[in-house]
């Protein structure tokens, strides 16, 4: 599966990126969906739901724009410890044009 970093966040939401996405580019259409690497400084993170911890909500940001992430089922283990507020932090996800955020499948080390 192919993996594009991104150089920064502003680019997934710039018209012409969303367009060719749409059409199936960079990846064809009936192949799979690209991963997508962001590197940038995680403002927030939180866990989604009430009772759950298998879920998580990330924000990134970087000079040009802000991302929201969502990690369902992560497999971090002590996420308190490893995401820091204010760090830099590289995350691997497919990218939803529609709700604009990215779905992590995980973290790299930086």
């Not at 502003?10 to 018209?15: N, S």
Request: charged letters at 25%; glycine letters at 6%.
């Amino acid at each position: 599966m192919a993996c594009f970093r991104v150089d920064q966040i502003a680019t997934l939401y710039h018209p012409r990126f969303v367009q060719l996405y749409q059409q199936g580019e960079p990846y064809g259409v009936g192949n799979a969906e690209p991963l997508f690497e962001v590197c940038a400084t995680l403002n927030h993170w939180s866990y989604v739901g009430k009772r759950s911890k298998a879920h998580l909500h990330l924000e990134l940001a970087d000079t040009s724009a802000s991302l929201v992430c969502k990690w369902w089922f992560h497999k971090l283990k002590n996420p308190e410890e490893r995401l820091i507020v204010g760090g830099k932090i590289c995350v691997v996800g497919t990218y939803d044009y529609v709700d604009r955020e990215l779905k992590c499948l995980e973290i790299k080390e930086i």
